[in-house]
């Protein structure tokens, strides 16, 4: 049966309020999705430098044995298997990181610790090895970042769970809208009935078009979340300070592929409901 | 029970009420006539609706092209209903359609070509003396207009069973006559007919058909030896 002509009359009406609610669900799933997969990005990064960096800071008042002791460091831990690259701070990139907050006071007075950055390495091995070394400390990066982490995480599953929710809710208001449209055009699905029509026939021409006004909501709700991601990707890069747009390719073409995906859920629940409707007619 | 309908004792009730039906039991042989006839309330329609697959019984065997019906799953049914052709009395036509698209909407369903949809719903309609008016809604139509709208969409797919429940009900004494004429030479092809109604002329333009008479929901001659009965016995 080709519906090639309106044979429902709501098949002729405009989308309504489905597809505004198919567009305030579908806003609402984007905006958590591109949250989740933004921290998702930020706390993978962020869980790497935790895993494995370490830190050794050499603190001595007194730069000559403060230099001495970071370049015996240096040689100690060049013996060390298994060890990524150590990579010492310059003094002045130190300086240069602490100065906007030292109000004008000259850093080059500052006793500053000397800084080892290891991207790889067993903490408690490098501790034994610089153990006769006072002056030197040997700490995880994750020590200081792992709450910030343990944050992300929960946010990111907070927005997966307000995604998820968002695709319930539109499975259930396509179910409803199904059901609507059962009840409006009974008189004609029962005439369909009566001339032969399955109840696979008969529930493709309301899914068609529940599937057509999702499609429109849709449209719609991805339309105004890339406005909000977009104008919030722009102030986050207006910050600066490395905090670049976390989407990457792979993200935004997730972002761009889940609208599809919910206007074939909401087909799918429309044909679920439809087909569980009709299984009740005589 | 070698009929295209077969009726085994069968009942029909309303929620907790009392039989609409109530033992019913006869059978339509292929290529039989028959008509219906009955005062109102006496269950034609509810006869008429356990025939076309649109209730089930509440009791005993129906029994359609050889299939009971009690028996058959739900996905089988369409099929069976495409084998019928039913004229309702309310018309029962699709508002927002045509009358082409109405009448063309069985072999639609059917998954006829459109090429050959079109010869012929035009070939119909003009038999109908509605060609002119293909392209109108049922709403602009006149209530004979309607019927022979209804008419055309019962029979466009040459079913083996048609029933109609007064499908002259609405229509001028030549049209009626034009449409029993059409249902006439339908049977002659082998199509079984079953008409409900209360027009004694209609009866007597068919003598040889057989009169099932429905009283309080029960069949007065099951056998369908009453023919032509005098204008007076028939309700």
Known sequence: ?282 | MAGIVHFDNVGLRYGTGAETLAGLSFTLAPGSFHFLTGASGAGKTSLINLITLAQRPSRGIVSLFGEDTADLPRRRLPALRRRIGVVYQDFRLIPQLSVFDNVALPLRICGMPEREIGTRVEELLEWVGLAPRASAKPATLSGGEQQRVAIARAVITHPELIVADEPTGNVDPDMAARLLHLLEALNRQGTTVLIATHDVNLLRQMPGASIMRLAKGRIDDPTGAVRFPPRESIP
Not at chain 1, 27 to 42: E, K, N, P, Q, S
Not at chain 1, 65 to 70: E, H, L, V
Not at chain 1, 104 to 129: F, N
Not at chain 1, 239 to 260: D, E, H, N, V, Y
């Open chain 1, 1 to 282: 049966m080709k519906a090639r002509f309106a044979l429902l009359a709501l098949q002729r009406q405009r989308p309504g309020t489905f597809a505004l609610l198919m567009a305030a669900t579908c806003l609402l799933m984007l905006l958590a999705a591109a949250l989740a997969l933004a921290l998702r990005g930020a706390a993978h990064e962020m869980s790497g430098v935790t895993a494995t960096r370490l830190l050794v800071q050499v603190v001595d008042a007194n730069p000559t044995n403060r230099d001495a002791t970071a370049d015996e460091v240096m040689t100690r831990l060049d013996r060390i298997h298994g060890l990524g690259s150590a990579h010492r701070v310059p003094m002045e990139q130190a300086q240069a990181l602490i100065t906007p907050y030292m109000d004008g006071v000259p850093t080059s007075d500052l006793p500053l610790p000397a800084l080892i950055e290891l991207d790889r390495g067993d903490r408690a091995q490098i501790a034994r090895a610089l153990r006769d070394l006072p002056t030197v400390q040997v700490t995880a990066a994750g020590a200081e970042l792992g709450p910030l982490v343990r944050l992300i995480d929960a946010l990111r599953s907070v927005s997966l769970g307000i995604a998820l929710v968002a695709v319930a809710a539109t499975g259930l208001i396509a179910m409803l809208a199904a059901r609507a449209a059962l009840a409006r055009e009974g008189a004609t699905l029962n005439i369909l009935h009566a001339l032969g029509a399955t109840d696979r026939q008969i529930s493709y021409l309301v899914t068609g078009k529940i599937a057509r006004d999702a499609g429109v909501g849709a449209a719609l709700g991805l339309v105004a979340a890339l406005f909000v991601i977009l104008t919030i990707a722009s102030r986050i890069a207006a910050i600066g300070a490395g905090m670049s747009p976390a989407l990457g390719p792979t993200a935004w073409g997730i972002l761009l592929a889940l609208p599809l995906g919910l206007v074939g859920l909401a087909a799918l629940a429309a044909q679920a409901a439809l087909m569980l409707a009709l299984r009740r007619a005589p």
